[in-house]
Structures are given as C-alpha cells and as structure tokens.
C-alpha cells in the first residue's frame, strides 16, 4: 500500500491526494487524517464515487464536517473538510 503524504498548503490547510486508492480505502485513511488534524482545513482528492458518500458519514462521526464536495474532473472529487 502506498503512503499518505499530506501537503501543507498554508497554516492549518492540508490536502491530501488519494486518487487511485481503491474504495473503500479513503473512507478508512480519512479518520487517521481527521484524528491528526487539530483544527483547519484538509482537502482530500479522490475518484473513488463511494467515498463522496462514506467519508462525509465518517468525518462527522469524528466531529469534523465536510463543507464542500466538487467534482474537479471526468470521476474525480476534491472533498472539504474542516475541524
């Protein structure tokens, strides 16, 4: 398995790029990723079409919130999520 690598774009804004991980692994990496994030911002890029609707459920349960969800090209999501 390959390594998550989380790219610091500014204070407390991360993003983390999970395209070609399969389902249902980036609903399973996001709450290692939410469980480290203090507060802010990460952003996480996936093409896996479960994982619009599995990471939000998991990000909540955490308290985290997932404010946005955008397609950013043909299968691809950029998922928003904030603590």
């Not at 407390?12 to 249902?24: I, S, T």
Request: hydrophobic share 35%; aromatic share 6%.
């Amino acid at each position: 398995m390959r390594e998550l690598n989380a790219i610091r774009v500014d204070d407390h804004h991360y993003q983390v790029d999970m395209r070609g991980w399969v389902c249902p692994y980036p609903k399973y990496a996001v709450e290692g990723l939410v469980r480290k994030l203090d507060r802010g911002r990460l952003d996480l890029l996936v093409d896996c079409p479960s994982a619009t609707e599995d990471v939000p459920k998991v990000v909540k349960a955490m308290g985290g919130s997932v404010t946005e969800i955008n397609q950013i090209g043909g299968g691809e999501w950029q998922i928003v999520i904030k603590k």
